[in-house]
T-cell receptor, first 107, second 112 residues
């Protein structure tokens, strides 16, 4: 099955800094989503981005399907951005999740 | 528009008992997925239901089962509970193939 790897596993930032999270996947996908898991466990949709570039406020994402990677950019980090960010890919019937990047933003 | 809802939010059971978790998808969504997030194991696909039928299951034993009702809501049943079944169980729904999956708030199951 498809393998999804995220890096870095942990990221510590000062408020206001920018960051880039990476997701590599091992096969062609028809769905790629980025999520932010809040402290209560809910997965909040950030982007549905099997290819191309999208932006939403301070967040943007780019997926280069031919090279099998996706990047999530967070600009001007805020403490509320802290949490775990997951990349998930679907090549068949279900989403396969990476292990996540744990982001800690301090003031 | 209401999102995906799950009940109960928390569930405490003892080893050997059965647990039933419920999920209501977003209106108009016909597919429901179940995922397990256990400590140290990450998010793993459990079951997929579409149009009332089980379409696929992940690498879990048969004591994990479920069903989808005519109104597209779904139930996950876990029989003969084991301590390692303690986890956050997440339900997701989507409208069609290749569409975004939207997740509910989850049910935290604790097996003592």
């Amino acid at each position: 099955g498809i393998q999804v790897e995220q890096s870095p596993p942990d990221l510590i930032l000062q408020e206001g800094a920018n960051s880039t999270l990476r997701c590599n996947f091992s096969d062609s996908v028809n769905n790629l989503q980025w999520f932010h898991q809040n402290p209560w466990g809910q997965l909040i949709n950030l982007f549905y981005i099997p290819s191309g570039t999208k932006q939403n406020g301070r967040l943007s994402a780019t997926t280069v399907a031919t090279e099998r990677y996706s990047l999530l950019y967070i600009s001007s980090s805020q403490t509320t951005d802290s949490g775990v960010y997951f990349c998930a890919c679907q090549a068949g019937t279900a989403l396969i999740f990476g292990k996540g990047t744990t982001l800690s933003v301090s003031s | 528009e209401a999102g995906v809802t799950q009940s109960p939010t928390h569930l405490i059971k003892t080893r050997g008992q059965q647990a039933t978790l419920r999920c209501s998808p977003i209106s108009g969504h016909t597919s429901v997925y179940w995922y397990q997030q256990a400590l140290g194991l990450g998010l793993q696909f459990l079951l997929w239901y579409d149009e009332g039928e089980e379409r696929n299951r992940g690498n879990f034993p048969p004591r994990f089962s479920g069903r989808q009702f005519p109104n597209y809501s779904s139930e996950l049943n876990v029989n003969a509970l084991e301590l390692e079944d303690s986890a956050l169980y997440l339900c997701a729904s989507r409208m069609g193939m290749g569409e975004t999956q939207y997740f509910g708030p989850g049910t935290r199951l604790l097996v003592l």
